[in-house]
T-cell receptor, first 116, second 113 residues
Framework: DVKVTQSSRYLVKRTGEKVFLECVQDMDHENMFWYRQDPGLGLRLIYFSYDVKMKEKGDIPEGYSVSREKKERFSLILESASTNQTSMYLC???????????????FGSGTRLTVV | SQQGEEDPQALSIQEGENATMNCSYKTSINNLQWYRQNSGRGLVHLILIRSNEREKHSGRLRVTLDTSKKSSSLLITASRAADTASYFCATGAGGTSYGKLTFGQGTILTVHP
């Protein structure tokens, strides 16, 4: 069964800590994405990557960075966690879209991060 | 930026009834997708419709797309209690968007047994 695995389901961190959220996919997908989901705001794109070592900012990249050293792994880094980064974080992956071929995302189960 | 907006925000029906959810978007798209999310979990891809398609079926799901009105609808027929979830539409643009999707805020569907 194809999978996107997020390393933690629940995480509690202190303000100012550096936080790493890990995401691994086993489908050889080119694209990987990080979203955060908040009540009333839906899903908002933080960063995405379309190839190893390649990354693009999404709609809300401030306070975050990402790393993609290997095709299967895409890490989200909160440089200095703040309480307004308390949220559900969702990782997703997909095949690359080209010549009009579009593909759905496969999502991980999410990481609910609380910053205290 | 929010592209898709779902309507209604919440829908409550009885088992066996049909559920219809609508999605409107603002800019031109290459495709539109629907996803389902059970409480506190990740999203699951349901169906994709391309901008040159008008209707698509998958089991009890029927999706329509009207690009002139920039809107789509998801119909779930003969609903079951297990269909209780949040449903999101997501739009994909063309060009060098790398398959990036923009999600709406979702419709919460409750199906009562």
């Amino acid at each position: 069964d194809v999978k996107v695995t997020q390393s933690s389901r629940y995480l509690v961190k202190r303000t100012g800590e550096k936080v790493f959220l890990e995401c691994v996919q086993d489908m050889d997908h080119e694209n990987m994405f990080w979203y955060r989901q908040d009540p009333g705001l839906g899903l908002r794109l933080i960063y995405f990557s379309y190839d190893v070592k390649m990354k693009e900012k999404g709609d809300i990249p401030e306070g975050y960075s990402v790393s993609r050293e290997k095709k299967e792994r895409f890490s989200l880094i909160l440089e200095s966690a703040s309480t307004n980064q308390t949220s559900m974080y969702l990782c997703a992956s997909s095949f690359a879209s080209d010549r009009g071929n579009w593909f759905g995302y496969t999502f991980g189960s999410g990481t609910r991060l609380t910053v205290v | 930026s929010q592209q898709g907006e779902e309507d209604p925000q919440a829908l409550s029906i009885q088992e066996g009834e049909n559920a219809t959810m609508n999605c409107s978007y603002k800019t031109s798209i290459n495709n539109l997708q629907w996803y389902r999310q059970n409480s506190g979990r990740g999203l699951v891809h349901l169906i994709l419709i391309r901008s040159n398609e008008r209707e698509k079926h998958s089991g009890r799901l029927r999706v329509t797309l009207d690009t002139s009105k920039k809107s789509s609808s998801l119909l779930i027929t003969a609903s079951r209690a297990a269909d209780t979830a949040s449903y999101f539409c997501a739009t994909g643009a063309g060009g060098t968007s790398y398959g990036k999707l923009t999600f709406g805020q979702g419709t919460i569907l409750t199906v009562h047994p």
